[in-house]
């Protein structure tokens, strides 16, 4: 039987563990990714850990989320990260660089490699070829220090790619049809794998949407096969020796298969507020809006942002939108103002920010009251751009573009032929903000600098014999990290200072929560299915914890989180019968004898609700290694206890 691409990646770097799926294996980690918002935890932990050279073949530490510096902290957390990645042998993207996505696949980004990053959308680099997986930093940190990362082994999911896109279609629309199709928890325990002659038509940028918002489907990575039109990319970037083709062998077995024709798809637009909530663009027309936002990792190439650039030429944005732009990065921003697309979009009114995650993550540029945002991003979950009652609808640039012109939602496809925009021959390559790290001599001399808000990380604690507790809250289905741990301007100055941070826990669901938590000393929440989707962030389990969480009961939970969970020795448990999550209410008392007797080896354990006396059957699928990091109280106590 051959292999598909994910595969021969997974089989090339396999440390422990079977190829099959749904059982545990360790990859050996090439490359890895941090940005500023979950770095300052990763670092503190590599040096937690007594970590002090990283081993992968290259590491980079980007500056991207917390660019808005209101006050002092994110400039500490900047020198913070750059000095620490200075002494242990990390590269710094400094700020002003770009976005973390998009500057690994211009830069650093190879065909065959493995790379983990503390963000999410870590899965860009498969436009390249390239296994990219999204981790808590502690993982990421392991992983710097030359450790293994373990991952449940995924199915292969193959989305058949026919045809040839229209004008005015773009790759946004395809991954938009995905997620239509399969929704926000179709690809979980899945490589979503991309093929067919429609590949041959997609550049690499447009490739890189695609398994960029493959974060939303839940899959592990998304991956694109390294092809001709890999090595032009790679050849434009001036970094052809990286390049290896890599494709599916012929007879390679997909666990599920589906069909995605370019050539009858439409522009789509997935809608308040999921990615998955997708309908047509034709079904919106003419729906007022007050709001467009392009770029972020998703959609900020030079290929975008070109587009965008013609169709504004010579017009005007209209009078009730505010448009902002933000190129994904320095090569992308440099390249517009060199060939004068830049000045097209300063006078069509645009306005400009600098080259980093901005609205994306709600850091300035929150819409109106109840205001109508189209955006290019990948995320469109509730609150995240800072205005609780904003409507926020994921669209393409295509879309973005003719939508801001007239101030009402367009279908692109309605303007006629589009404007020709070719992948540039060459890019401009100029890597002067990215910092070398000192050598390991220079290292000694090299003082780590850490800002007041820089705070210890709370360390968990062995769990109870028998846990005694009270239901402190009960949240519906697909809870994503930003519900638990929102971000914008006014939280995320505060991710390396976990005590305040925690004041805002939860509290797009109920703002009382961390109050609650703090009085209470804690207890277990009740979760529904597809618990902790979206980002990467590991402060939704480092607050919970600092909170007294002793436990997650769930529908079921989403990789990353779950492992983020673990990490911080907060015990996750599935219902094994999904209907008792009914029979359960916040307040409840709860009591689950042989707790730690449970985590040691039971596969079972039983949760009573000592207000109604229901006995709830919960489940604890666990891997040895994991019962293991729980019981030391989690993952830094037992790499503590390892040595
Ligand atoms: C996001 O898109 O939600 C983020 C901000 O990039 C996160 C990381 C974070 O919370 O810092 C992600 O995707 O992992
Ligand atoms: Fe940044 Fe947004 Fe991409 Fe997250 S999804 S890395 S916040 S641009």
Redesign the pocket.
């Known amino acids: 039987m051959g292999y598909t691409i994910a595969q021969k990646i997974i089989k090339n770097h396999l440390v422990s563990g079977e190829m099959k799926a749904g059982a545990e294996i360790g990859l050996r980690i090439d490359q890895t990714l941090t ?1 500023d ?2 770095g300052t935890m990763a670092y503190l932990q590599l040096e937690a850990m007594g970590i002090d050279r990283v081993k992968t073949e290259l590491s980079v530490a980007y500056i991207d ?1 917390n660019t808005i510096q209101a006050g002092f902290e994110n400039a500490d957390d900047h020198r913070y990260i750059q000095t620490v990645a200075k002494k242990h042998g990390v590269r710094f993207s400094r700020p002003g660089n770009g976005i973390c996505h998009q500057v690994h696949l211009e830069r650093f980004g190879a065909p065959g490699k493995t790379l983990i990053g ?4 870590t899965p860009t680099a498969g436009g390249i070829g390239m296994l990219g997986m ?1 981790a808590g930093g502690l993982d990421v940190a392991v992983a710097m220090g030359g450790g293994t990362y373990y991952i449940t082994m995924p199915k292969i999911i193959k989305i058949n790619l026919t045809g040839r896109l229209g004008d005015y279609v773009g790759a946004k629309d395809i991954i938009l049809e995905v997620l239509r199709m399969l929704g926000v928890k179709g690809g979980v325990g899945a490589v979503m794998e991309y093929a067919g002659e429609g590949v041959r038509s997609l550049s690499v940028p447009q490739r890189a949407t695609i398994t960029n918002m493959g ?1 939303e489907l839940g899959a592990t990575s998304s991956i694109f096969p390294s092809d001709e039109l890999t090595l032009a990319f790679l050849r434009a970037q001036g970094r052809e020796d990286v390049f290896v083709p890599l494709c599916p062998d012929p007879d390679a077995v997909y666990d599920e298969e589906y069909t995605v024709d370019l050539s009858s798809l439409k522009p789509l637009a997935a809608c308040p507020h999921s990615p998955d909530n997708v309908k047509a663009v034709s079904d919106l027309s003419g729906m007022k809006i007050n709001q467009v936002c392009i770029g972020s ?1 998703t959609n900020s190439s030079m290929l975008d942002m070109l587009t965008v650039a013609a169709m504004l030429k010579g017009k005007t944005v209209h009078p009730d939108v505010s448009l902002s732009i933000s190129p994904g990065s320095k090569q992308v921003y440099t390249m517009l103002a060199e060939c004068g697309a830049l000045a097209d979009l300063i006078s069509a009114g645009a306005r400009i920010l600098e080259c980093a ?1 901005g609205p ?2 709600g850091m300035g540029f929150s819409p109106k009251s109840a205001g109508i945002s189209l955006r290019t991003f ?2 469109n979950f509730l609150a ?1 751009s800072g205005t609780k009652d904003a409507e926020v609808y994921l669209v393409s640039p295509e879309t973005a573009a003719a939508s801001a012109l007239a101030g009402v939602f367009v279908d692109p496809t309605t303007l006629g032929k589009a404007p020709e925009v070719a992948m540039p021959d060459s890019f401009l390559v100029n890597d002067n903000l990215i910092e070398l790290p000192a050598t390991e001599e220079e290292a000694k001399e090299v003082v780590v600098e850490r800002g007041p808000n820089i705070k210890p990380i709370p360390v968990g604690a062995a769990p109870a014999e028998n846990l005694a507790a009270e239901l402190i809250l009960k949240v519906g289905d697909n809870i994503t ?2 519900h638990i ?1 929102p ?1 914008g301007t006014k939280v ?1 100055p505060y ?1 390396s200072n976990v005590p305040k941070l925690s004041e805002f826990c939860f509290t797009v669901c109920d703002k009382d929560f961390p109050e609650r938590a703090k009085a209470k000393g804690g207890g277990i929440i009740l979760g529904g299915s597809n618990y902790g989707q ?4 590991e ?1 939704a389990a480092l607050v919970p914890l600092y909170l007294g969480i002793k436990a997650v009961v769930a529908k079921s939970f989403a990789r ?1 989180h779950v492992a983020n969970l673990i990490n911080f020795g907060i015990v996750p448990m599935t219902l094994e019968c999904e209907e008792d999550y009914d029979r359960l209410a916040e307040g409840d008392r709860i009591y689950i004898e042989g707790f730690a007797e449970a985590i040691r080896g039971a596969e079972r354990a039983t949760l009573v609700d000592e207000n109604n006396g229901a006995r709830v059957p919960l489940k604890l699928s666990l891997t040895e290694r994991q019962r293991q990091i729980l019981l030391a109280g989690g993952m830094l106590n037992y790499t503590k206890n390892s040595r």
Do not use: E, K, V
């Open positions: 940005q918002a979950t989320h503390s963000d999410s959308h999204g974060a990792c995650c994306c993550i990948n995320r995240r990290t930003d741990m971000a995320l991710r979206g980002s990467s962030r402060h990353i």
